[in-house]
């Protein structure tokens, strides 16, 4: 995924999915960075991104700070993301450890928690974490 790696870029997160989500937090798009590159644990032949956000939110009581993005529909590419196109995705919320750790990709543990579907776009001007 070299020639479009959207690592680095900032993007905004719409939640369409629970609508619980909607319900706490509003219709707000929610601000993130795009951390790393990786394979989809699902479908490994398929792009996945590790997400952080930019300020965290909790959600039915969990804190949110990082998300594994994947695309929702078969022909969905997270390279889209670099050049600015929306990208429809399932998102699985993964704590930091994980996140930090050399295989954030890995959700083999995974077997339920929050996870929402949403669409993720590339936001304008250059990202940055506080």
């Known amino acids: 995924m070299e020639a479009a790696d959207p690592s680095g870029i900032e993007v905004s ?20 960075r795009v951390e ?11 792009g996945a ?4 956000l930019l300020a965290p939110i909790a959600f039915q009581g969990v804190r949110c700070e990082y998300f594994i993005a ?3 529909h078969e022909n969905g590419d ?8 929306p990208l ?3 998102l699985v919320r993964i704590p930091p450890d994980r ?7 890995d959700l083999g543990w ?12 590339k936001r304008p001007g250059p990202a940055s974490l506080p």
């Not at 997160?13 to 509003?26: A, L, M, T």
């Not at 339920?112 to 579907?117: C, E």
Request: hydrophobic share 40%; net charge positive; aromatic share 8%.
């Open 88 to 90: 429809d995705c399932n």
């Open 78 to 85: 997270v390279r889209c993301l670099a050049g600015g196109s």
């Open 13 to 32: 997160i719409v939640v369409s999915e629970p609508w619980e989500f909607e319900v706490e937090h509003g219709a707000r798009p929610l601000r993130a």
């Open 70 to 72: 994947t695309p929702r």
């Open 99 to 105: 996140a930090t750790s050399r295989a954030p990709f």
């Open 49 to 52: 991104v590790l997400i952080r």
């Open 110 to 121: 995974w077997r339920g928690g929050t996870a929402m579907i949403g669409t993720l776009q």
């Open 36 to 46: 790393r590159v990786g394979a989809d644990y699902w479908a490994p032949e398929r």
